[in-house]
T-cell receptor, first 115, second 109 residues
Framework: EAQVTQNPRYLITVTGKKLTVTCSQN?????MSWYRQDPGLGLRQIYY???????DKGDVPEGYKVSRKEKRNFPLILESPSPNQTSLYFC??????????????FGQGTRLTVV | ELKVEQNPLFLSMQEGKNYTIYCNYS?????LYWYRQDPGKSLESLFV?????AVKQEGRLMASLDTKARLSTLHITAAVHDLSATYFC?????????FGKGTRLHILP
């Protein structure tokens, strides 16, 4: 089954404690992306990756890091989380924004609370 | 800077009625996307529109794209309760993707 898997689904952490949210896809997609969703703001892109070892900033990259060492995995790293990073996070993958078939598949989301 | 605006942000309508959600964007784009999100759930892809004049339909939903006006519409025909959800449009440009704030649609039985 084609899917994007995020872990964990829920996470409560304390300010400053490094954390990683994992994202894995099984569709051999080249393009992967992280978003945060906040009430009234829609989804905002944090980082995206066009392929292995190719990453770039989205609209709200401050306070986040990513890596793309393998095609299937795209972890989101918060080196020193702060309360304003409390949000719902989604990972997504697709063949790419320039492909004819650019339908994106989203993970189930990670609800992060930073206290 | 690419910006995406959706209207309306909230919509309450009766079953059986027709309505349209509008998505305006500020600069030229590569692709336009429509997604659906049910409460507490992830996003589901509805349509990807590639070129001017593109029209796609799935059931009671029809999406269209006018690149000259930088406008996409999502038309709902004879709404049913199952279509209650939040609908997002998104635009890609130079591999970045910008979402609108979403339209929360509530269909009354």
């Amino acid at each position: 089954e084609a899917q994007v898997t995020q872990n964990p689904r829920y996470l409560i952490t304390v300010t400053g404690k490094k954390l990683t949210v994992t994202c894995s896809q099984n569709m051999n997609h080249e393009y992967m992306s992280w978003y945060r969703q906040d009430p009234g703001l829609g989804l905002r892109q944090i980082y995206y990756s066009m392929n292995v070892e190719v990453t770039d900033k989205g609209d709200v990259p401050e306070g986040y890091k990513v890596s793309r060492k393998e095609k299937r995995n795209f972890p989101l790293i918060l080196e020193s989380p702060s309360p304003n990073q409390t949000s719902l996070y989604f990972c997504a993958s697709s063949l790419g924004t320039q492909s004819m078939n650019t339908e994106a598949f989203f993970g189930q989301g990670t609800r992060l609370t930073v206290v | 800077e690419l910006k995406v605006e959706q209207n309306p942000l909230f919509l309450s309508m009766q079953e059986g009625k027709n309505y349209t959600i509008y998505c305006n964007y500020s600069t030229t784009s590569d692709r336009l996307y429509w997604y659906r999100q049910d409460p507490g759930k992830s996003l589901e892809s509805l349509f990807v529109l590639l070129s001017n004049g593109a029209v796609k339909q799935e059931g009671r939903l029809m999406a269209s794209l006018d690149t000259k006006a930088r406008l996409s519409t999502l038309h709902i025909t004879a709404a049913v309760h199952d279509l209650s959800a939040t609908y997002f449009c998104a635009v890609s440009r130079d591999d970045k993707i910008i979402f609108g704030k979403g339209t929360r649609l509530h269909i009354l039985p």
